[in-house]
């Protein structure tokens, strides 16, 4: 009895793996598009990649998360949508979710959303949208208007152009290569960019962001409890800064035609090694304050920080 027993234990964790393998549900399901493509995705854990084709239908393939009730598929006045059904209470990691190939044309209005789900988007143009809550996002090669949004997750991105939205609460952003408008916003997060756009807002809580930008026409960034590390090559019309609680260090060219207008706080300090012109301070009282011109002075450079350093420096 003791040996039947014991070749039982052994055998029930063979028998739960292939059950679990079964469960694992095949997919392969193509869908034809007509006209303009409005699509929404919904998958709520698991590994997800959407890329480009040169033919005007979906096709999806890979395999089902194990506790799926199956792929549903809506069609309802222009607009697709797919969801993977789960359970209303489902259990166990990322790991048992979907492995998903989502083949689109190029050219389309996509809305992808997760929780637990990791997210890999590439080459598409329009009005693309992507967000989870835990997962990952890496975003390559999109175009026109872009918004990536994870609660807890990291997003990595390359090549996006046009109207960019980046976002985490928790995570950190790594973004190269962007050209365009981008907005980056971050709380308890860490940024790094290496960007060509030229129109750049950063809104930081709680992190740090360090970011090498091309030529910029207007840059506006905002960090409280962060510190800023900003370079840029050229800058042409605005740069305005703020931190409470923050250091700013700014790198700028030596050749640049800006006017500068500088706060220091109560009590910040500002170092300026950009020209020899120094803070002054008030008779009475904390504070600092600098006002300067480079060359023409066409641009103008607002700092202000409270309860944080300012550094200026050439590139």
């Excluded at 980046?166 to 308890?188: A, F, N, P, R, W």
């Excluded at 860490?190 to 026409?217: C, H, N, R, W, Y």
């Excluded at 008030?282 to 920080?305: C, E, R, V």
């Amino acid at each position: 009895m003791k040996k039947q027993l014991k070749t039982t234990a052994l055998a029930l964790p063979f028998l739960l793996l292939s059950q679990s393998v079964l469960g694992a549900q095949s997919v392969d399901k193509r869908i034809d598009v007509e006209g303009d493509l409005r699509l929404n995705l919904e998958v709520r854990r698991g590994e997800v990649e959407i890329l480009s084709w040169d033919q005007e239908a979906i096709v999806i393939t890979g395999t089902l998360d194990e506790q799926s009730e199956g792929l549903t598929v809506e069609q309802s006045a222009g607009t697709i949508s797919i969801e993977d059904k789960l359970p209303r209470h489902y259990s166990g990691s990322n790991k048992q979710g979907s492995r998903l190939t989502v083949k689109v044309p190029r050219q389309l209005k996509l809305n992808s959303e997760g929780v637990s789900a990791n997210y890999r988007v590439s080459k598409l143009s329009g009005d693309i949208n992507v967000q989870t809550v835990s997962g990952n996002i890496k975003a390559e090669e999109l175009t026109e208007r872009v918004s990536i949004n994870t609660v807890s997750g990291d997003i990595t991105s390359q090549g996006l152009e046009g109207k960019l939205k980046l976002e985490t609460v928790s995570g950190k952003i790594k973004d190269k290569q962007s050209l365009g408008k981008v907005s980056y916003t971050l709380v308890s997060g860490k940024l790094e960019a290496d960007s060509g756009a030229d129109q750049v807002s950063i809104e930081l809580v709680s992190g740090d962001a360090k970011l090498t930008l091309d030529k910029v026409d207007r840059l506006k960034a905002q960090s409280v409890s962060g510190n800023l590390n900003l370079a840029v090559s050229a800058l042409t019309t605005k740069a305005s800064l703020d931190s409470v609680s923050g250091d700013i260090n700014f790198s700028l060219p030596a050749n640049l035609d800006a006017t500068f207008a500088i706060d220091g706080g109560p009590s910040g300090d500002i170092d300026n090694r950009l020209s020899p012109d120094k803070p002054k301070r008030p008779k009475y009282g904390p504070g600092s304050s600098l006002k300067f011109q480079l060359g023409k002075g066409s641009a103008d450079i607002l700092i202000n920080t409270i309860s944080g350093d300012i550094d200026l420096k050439s590139n």
